[in-house]
């Protein structure tokens, strides 16, 4: 039986990567790709996320294009990191298969309305707009939900955006609130787990090796946003941060992480959208999310090649 999943993303090569590794995965059934603002305006994630399933060679998939704004902020986007496209590296053409007419809150509610209590989990890998849309206008499909598995928020690494919040939950700190205390079971793939795998050139160099049009996308991919993270860390790669929710999904066994209570702060200017992360359990508050905190980087790479290796 395969898993029933919906990738809500904002393309961004990180989420290329991430949705090229689902539909290479016959575990997964990906039953719709709903995009939101984030890492460049919605527009431009609605193109992008079309132009990797048709990349993927899969033009049936369906695309679904959602909020254009967080809940009560002004959008905050990442062009020094992604680019003006968002997507920039590749010269990928731009997207025949059309963009869904429905909005893809109504698509997240009516999936999990028409679907199997349990049976779809959720896949943010941006902003958790459309998530907590979705949850707030349909709370009766909170129980239905399987789980949701998002990459956003740190606790040891504290902040990539600002010094104390990670980009996905500083853009909209109020939905990502509203899905942290939604009692929906939570897996949050953190900057502590995504600043250990790290795009180095040997990993680089596989994905390229495999000599396909998508290993080498992905290689060029990689090497734009490579440039401005080498600059900021200094590491020998550029961190891979949302493959590592698809990668979650498939090999749990790569992962380690404590299931705590997360509260998101939504008050302070100053460490707005900050993952309050009761790493060592000094409070009461009831544990909300397994939040992870170490991987097998050299297992996930693996992965990572092996199924980019088989679009
Ligand atoms: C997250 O922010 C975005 O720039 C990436 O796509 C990833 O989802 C990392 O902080
Ligand atoms: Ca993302």
Not at 58 to 86: I, K, N, Y
Not at 88 to 99: E, F, N, S, Y
Not at 155 to 170: D, H, K, L, Q, S
Not at 245 to 255: E, G, I, K, Q, S
Request: hydrophobic letters at 45%; glycine letters at 8%; charged letters at 20%.
């Amino acid at each position: 039986m395969t898993r029933q999943i919906i990738i809500d993303t904002d393309p961004g090569q990180d989420d290329a990567v991430a949705i090229l590794l689902a539909l290479a995965s016959p575990e997964l059934t990906v039953l719709g790709i709903t995009c939101v603002a984030g890492n460049v305006p919605l527009a431009l994630t609605s193109r992008n996320a079309r132009m990797i399933c048709e990349l993927a060679g899969r033009p049936d998939m369906r695309v679904f294009a959602g909020c254009d704004r967080p809940l009560g902020r002004d959008l905050v986007t990442a062009e020094h990191v992604h680019g003006q496209s968002g997507l920039d590296g590749p010269v990928l053409p731009d997207p025949v298969m059309p963009l869904q007419a429905q909005h893809a809150v109504d698509f997240i509610i009516d999936t999990l309305r028409s679907q199997p209590a349990g049976s779809v989990t959720l896949c943010p890998l941006g902003p958790l707009t459309n998530i907590a849309m979705a949850l707030e206008k349909a709370p009766d499909i909170i129980p239905r939900i399987r789980e949701i598995v998002l990459m956003g928020g740190a606790y040891f690494e504290v902040g990539n955006i600002t010094p104390t919040a990670e980009f996905n939950i500083y853009v909209d700190p109020q939905a990502a609130r509203i899905v942290f205390r939604a009692g929906v079971p939570l897996v949050v793939v953190p900057l502590d787990v995504t600043h250990k795998v790290l795009v180095t050139k040997e990993r680089n160099d596989a994905f390229r090796a495999l000599g396909t049009r998508v290993g080498e996308a992905v290689a060029q991919m990689t090497e734009f946003f490579e440039r401005f993270d080498l600059a900021k860390y200094g590491s020998p790669g550029a961190p891979l941060h949302d493959p590592c929710v698809t990668a979650y999904l498939l090999r749990p066994d790569l992962f380690t992480g404590r299931h705590i209570n997360v509260e998101i702060e939504v008050q302070s200017e100053l460490t707005m959208g900050m993952t309050v992360a009761d790493w060592w359990r000094v409070t009461s508050r009831v544990p909300n999310a397994l939040f992870l905190r170490d991987v097998d980087a050299d297992g996930l790479f693996a992965l990572f090649t092996e199924r980019l290796g088989r679009l």
